[in-house]
């Protein structure tokens, strides 16, 4: 079946520095790549879609300059959080949607744990 | 706009008994409709999903979903619940576009 890889599990970082989180779609191509992030026994909040070949697509309220979003091939895509305070600690999740299946579904990494000290 | 109403925010069962997580939709257009389970510190992992066809629909570890489009739910069902299913519960719609919009989730335990 698709499976996303998503690295790393788990990062800590200092204030003011810059963490990049990959997701990988492993045996698929996805033109489209979603990430969330999810707080403390809170649901999943769409930040951005990205697209292969283009800029991404920023949810109301998602600073773009922040949270950087690359998406060079059709199974790479990655965040980059600029300039990280506390604040932006959070658990990330990438998904992504087979190019060629779009009905099979969207399949999830298995997170980033990101601890800003 | 649309949305995923999970009005539960925990539902405890006993091992052995039925177990039902609710979830009710609002979308323009079709419904593709999808349950995911997550355990701690990990992402989420698909259960099972609704785009057309027969509208019981059945999926991963012995779990179903019925979609009633009446009702515009889509609840969550196992006949005989397991300590191991205990985690959080996440119902998510998409209108056919790309974007998937989840509920607010429902932790399940189950208890011997």
């Known amino acids: 079946g698709a499976v996303v890889s998503q690295h790393p599990s788990r990062v800590i970082c200092k204030s003011g520095t810059s963490v990049k989180i990959e997701c990988r779609s492993l045996?698929?191509?996805?033109?489209?790549m979603f990430w969330y992030r999810q707080f403390p026994k809170q649901s999943l909040m769409l930040m951005a879609t990205?697209?292969?070949?283009?800029?991404?697509?920023?949810e109301q309220g998602v600073e773009k300059d922040k949270f950087l979003i690359n998406h060079a091939s059709l199974t790479l895509s990655t965040l980059t959080v600029t300039s990280a305070h506390p604040e932006d600690s959070s658990f990330y999740i990438c998904?992504?949607?087979?190019?060629?299946?779009?009905?099979?579904?969207?399949?999830f990494g298995s997170g980033t744990r990101l601890t800003v000290v | 706009a649309q949305s995923v109403a999970q009005p539960e925010d925990q539902v405890n069962v006993a091992e052995g008994n039925p177990l039902t997580v609710k979830c009710t939709y609002s979308?323009?257009?079709?419904?593709?409709l999808f349950w995911y389970v997550q355990y701690p510190n990990r992402g989420l992992q698909f259960l099972l999903k609704?785009?057309?066809?027969?509208?019981l629909v059945k999926g991963s570890y012995g779990f179903e979903a019925e979609f009633n489009k009446s009702q515009t739910s889509f609840h969550l069902k196992k006949p005989s619940a397991l300590v191991s299913d205990s985690a959080l519960y996440f119902c998510?719609?998409?209108?056919?576009?790309?974007?998937?919009?989840f509920g607010t989730g429902t932790q399940l335990k189950v208890e011997l």
């Open positions: 998904s992504a949607r087979d190019r060629d299946r779009p009905n099979y579904g969207y399949t």
């Open positions: 979308v323009s257009g079709n419904p593709y």
């Open positions: 998510a719609v998409s209108g056919g576009g790309n974007k998937l919009t």
């Open positions: 609704y785009i057309t066809g027969d509208n």
């Open positions: 045996d698929f191509q996805a033109t489209t």
């Open positions: 990205s697209n292969e070949g283009s800029k991404a697509t920023y």
